[in-house]
């Protein structure tokens, strides 16, 4: 069955970076539209970045727009988001998420606090 799993998440003060990874399994990755999407405390879902198999044509949320970068190894299965600049209202647990079967991993967790 599919399998993503998510890792990279961390506690980071403002302004710091990390970069996000999902390993992905079960399905041929190199053809899926592929997003990240996070979830706030006491919020809903929202999408942050989406890119097509080809790594081609990519979505971003107008608030990351410029911060985070979406991108993928369709060698390796693995699909990233760098995230640069970050802010406390960044703070959520992210999960990448393969659009067509509309399923999701477990999430890593992004804590931006001083």
């Known amino acids: 069955g599919v399998q993503l799993v998510e890792s990279g998440g961390d506690l980071i003060q403002p302004g710091g970076s990390l970069r996000l990874s999902c390993a992905a399994s079960?399905?041929?990755?190199?053809?899926?539209?592929m997003s990240w999407v996070r979830q706030a405390p006491g919020k809903g879902l929202e999408v942050v970045a989406s890119i097509d198999g080809r790594g081609t044509s990519t979505y971003y949320l107008n608030s990351v727009k410029g911060r985070f970068t979406i991108s993928r190894d369709n060698a390796k299965n693995t699909l990233y988001l760098r995230l640069n600049g970050l802010k406390t209202e960044d703070t959520a647990m992210y999960y990448c998420?393969?659009?067509?079967?509309?399923?999701r991993g477990q999430g890593t967790q992004v804590t931006v606090s001083s």
């Open positions: 998420k393969y659009v067509a079967r509309d399923i």
């Open positions: 079960g399905f041929t990755f190199s053809s899926a539209y």
